[in-house]
């Protein structure tokens, strides 16, 4: 637990400061992604006054394109916090952050627990958890002096590039359309940069959402009523510079806006 806690302090030090991170201390390195995520556990014990209690999760790597970009061919969590989770129009200073960018997903908020003796879990069953959908913006930072050589573990026990994300207006389950049929459309500067469908999405948004529940409940953990997920990114992460104005189109679920000031 020492190698855990000395990992979980280097990298909680790093963002305190918004210091990029080089690496790990070799004696310190997640030797694999299970490790990886105990680091993260530990990471957000020594975060939590800073950036609030844990109200959600992130899952990365689940469409083709992003896999393809960060090369890493399977789903990575990571947690959402109470003080980073902002409402559509808002502005944040871009020096909040050591490389800002942005990501085009779909949340959901659950209306039930997920408990961990219920797995394993399935698209249609987590399904009939869920409450409503967001429009969202997933805010990632770059704070890494160069990510590609850091290695999954490590990207997962800094919770994978999470950063807080901006939500738009809910739609209630039983109102929302077809996700499978929902284009997502990255906009910044009133400029269209990425674009991507819910099908993307592991092949639904449901999959990624199943996933989640599963890999915590293989950790003794479930979700809870109320928490927010982050399902995955519709199109590839857009790096931003400070002025950028960004907007996220999804049909049926409606726009979700934040500039960076």
């Not at 997920?114 to 770059?142: M, N, Q, R, S």
């Not at 077809?178 to 009133?190: K, S, Y």
């Not at 953990?221 to 399902?231: D, S």
């Amino acid at each position: 637990m020492d190698r855990i806690l000395a990992a979980a302090k280097a990298i909680a030090t790093g963002r305190r400061s918004r210091a990029p991170l080089k690496a790990l201390p070799k004696d310190a390195v997640p030797r694999d992604e299970a490790e990886g995520y105990q680091v993260q556990r530990a990471l957000h014990d020594l975060l939590r006054g800073q950036v609030g209690d844990l109200v959600g999760y992130k899952i990365g790597c689940t469409s083709a394109v992003m896999q393809d970009y960060m090369g890493i061919t399977h789903p990575c969590g990571g947690g959402v916090f109470e003080k980073v989770v902002h409402v559509s129009g808002v502005s944040l200073p871009a020096a909040d952050f050591v490389h800002v960018g942005v990501e085009c997903e779909i949340a959901v908020r659950l209306k039930r627990n997920l408990a961990p003796g219920e797995a394993p879990f399935t698209a249609e069953w987590v399904a009939e958890a869920i409450e409503a959908y967001h429009p969202a913006i997933e805010i990632v930072d770059d704070r890494y002096v160069k990510w590609e050589t850091l290695g999954a573990p490590t990207l997962i026990a800094d919770d994978f590039f999470a950063a807080g994300c901006v939500l738009g207006a809910a739609v209630p389950h039983i109102t929302a359309p077809d996700l499978l049929r929902v284009t997502g459309r990255a906009i910044v500067n009133g400029k269209e940069e990425g674009r991507g469908s819910g099908a993307d999405v592991l092949g639904h948004p449901h999959n990624a959402l199943a996933w989640l529940a599963n890999h915590l409940a293989a950790e003794g953990k479930g979700l809870h009523a109320g928490q927010i997920v982050l399902t995955g990114s519709l199109v590839k992460t857009i790096w931003l510079k400070a002025g950028d104005t960004v907007l996220m189109e999804l049909d049926g679920l409606g726009k979700v806006e934040a500039t960076f000031t």
